[in-house]
Antibody
Framework: QVQLVESGGGVVQPGRSLRLSCAAS????????LHWVRQAPGKGLEWVAV????????SYAESVQGRFIISRHNSENTLSLQMNSLRTEDTAVYYC??????????????WGQGTLVTVSS | DIQMTQSPSSLSASVGDGVTITCRAS??????LNWYQHKPGKAPKLLIY???SFQRGVPSRFSGSGSGTDFTLTISSLQPEDFATYYC?????????FGQGTKVEIK
């Protein structure tokens, strides 16, 4: 079955960098858009970034544009999120999610259990 | 960006009760609306896509309806495992956006 497992979270100081990874299995990795979605403490879900199929096209939320870089390694079934210039407001649980189209509607049909990133001095 | 507003933000209900959660979009999104269930420490779970289509394996007590700007998620008879936070999400345009969530608690 589809499995997504995040890793790489931890405590980091403001202004520093951190790299998250997501290991995927159970599906043809290169056939799907892959996303990062986050949830800050006490808040709702916020979409962060997407990388499409071969990784040549990416898109970001305005809140992370220019600081975060999403990438994928189709040969290894791995998704990454390089987070630079971290801010306290980036503190959140970060989920990787698979996107899928059906009936012309796009949705996140599989999610990992998340990895916690805490930005604090 | 399209804003998604859910109501109520939280509700208390008993096992066996029927529950309705509302989601309103800041502009028309046709039926590009999805619903998720999220429990603490767990992966979010897709329940409904395209406003009313069931994700495989989701119990039939969950149903979705609506189009345009107004949508509802209905749980016909709450079960103990349904106590969770529910989110709507629009996929009409990027950035994809979620409602703020509705927490369903045990009365």
């Amino acid at each position: 079955q589809v499995q997504l497992v995040e890793s790489g979270g931890g405590v980091v100081q403001p202004g520093r960098s951190l790299r998250l990874s997501c290991a995927a299995s159970g599906f043809t990795f290169s056939h799907f858009g892959l996303h990062w979605v986050r949830q800050a403490p006490g808040k709702g879900l916020e979409w962060v970034a997407v990388t499409w199929y071969d990784g040549s096209n990416t898109s970001y939320a305005e809140s992370v544009q220019g600081r975060f870089i999403i990438s994928r390694h189709n040969s290894e079934n791995t998704l990454s999120l390089q987070m630079n210039s971290l801010r306290t407001e980036d503190t959140a649980v970060y989920y990787c999610a698979r996107g899928k189209y059906s009936n012309f509607v796009y949705y996140f049909d599989s999610w990992g259990q998340g990895t916690l990133v805490t930005v604090s001095s | 960006d399209i804003q998604m507003t859910q109501s109520p933000s939280s509700l208390s209900a008993s096992v066996g009760d029927g529950v309705t959660i509302t989601c309103r979009a800041s502009q028309s999104i046709s039926t590009y609306l999805n619903w998720y269930q999220h429990k603490p420490g767990k992966a979010p779970k897709l329940l409904i896509y395209a406003a009313s289509s069931f994700q495989r394996g989701v119990p039939s007590r969950f149903s979705g309806s609506g189009s345009g700007t107004d949508f509802t998620l209905t749980i016909s008879s709450l079960q103990p495992e349904d106590f969770a936070t529910y989110y709507c999400q629009q996929s009409y345009s990027t950035p994809w956006t979620f409602g703020q969530g509705t927490k369903v608690e045990i009365k």
